[in-house]
């Protein structure tokens, strides 16, 4: 007898064979192994490695000296959001962000004084932040304007662009 569960569309209460996880009826919805690889693979190839110094760049992510920094760090900021902290919140994160972007100073990267933890919302309006100051991202070009090193002035710059951005 083949193993069963419920259909994993909205509403549904057909049962589906095990692997799949639609009924015959929404097998439409399913999506296949090869699709996720191809989607995956133009990711990380085409989207994320768009140029030599990103790919070098990411090469970095996988080295054993980012995973022990990043474990520093972690450990430094009791796994809290800086950038929430700055703003007087308390938020656990578990992601790892430089304060000044490496695409705008790659001899700070391996510097823990230029990392800091960050939680997924914080990390978003960073890169957003990000993107308008210094001008970092794939269709945008330099500003030239100065780096800033400390967290508590990147938050309350992001803070006063987000406050901009509902404004406008």
Not at 89 to 94: D, M, N, P, R, Y
Request: proline content about 3%; overall charge positive; hydrophobic content about 25%.
């Amino acid at each position: 007898m083949p193993r069963v569960h419920r259909c994993r569309a909205n509403g549904c209460h057909n049962m589906a064979e095990w692997p799949a996880r639609y009924c015959k009826q929404h097998k439409s919805l399913e999506v296949t192994a090869d699709e996720k690889k191809r989607d995956y693979w133009k990711y990380n190839h085409i989207i994320r490695n768009r140029s030599g110094s990103k790919r070098e760049q990411y090469k970095f992510y996988k080295t054993p000296q980012w995973k022990h920094l990043r474990h520093l760090v972690l450990d430094r900021d009791y796994g809290l959001c800086q950038y929430c902290k700055a703003n007087g919140e308390l938020t656990l994160a578990s992601t790892v962000d430089h304060v000044v972007p490496i695409e705008i100073d790659q001899g700070l990267a391996t510097i823990a004084g230029n990392l800091a933890t960050i939680c997924t919302d914080c990390h978003r309006q960073k890169t957003a932040w990000e993107q308008s100051y210094y001008g970092t991202g794939q269709t945008n070009s330099r500003t030239g304007l100065p780096e800033i090193h400390d967290v508590k002035r990147v938050a309350k710059l992001m803070q006063q662009s987000k406050t901009a951005q509902r404004r406008g």
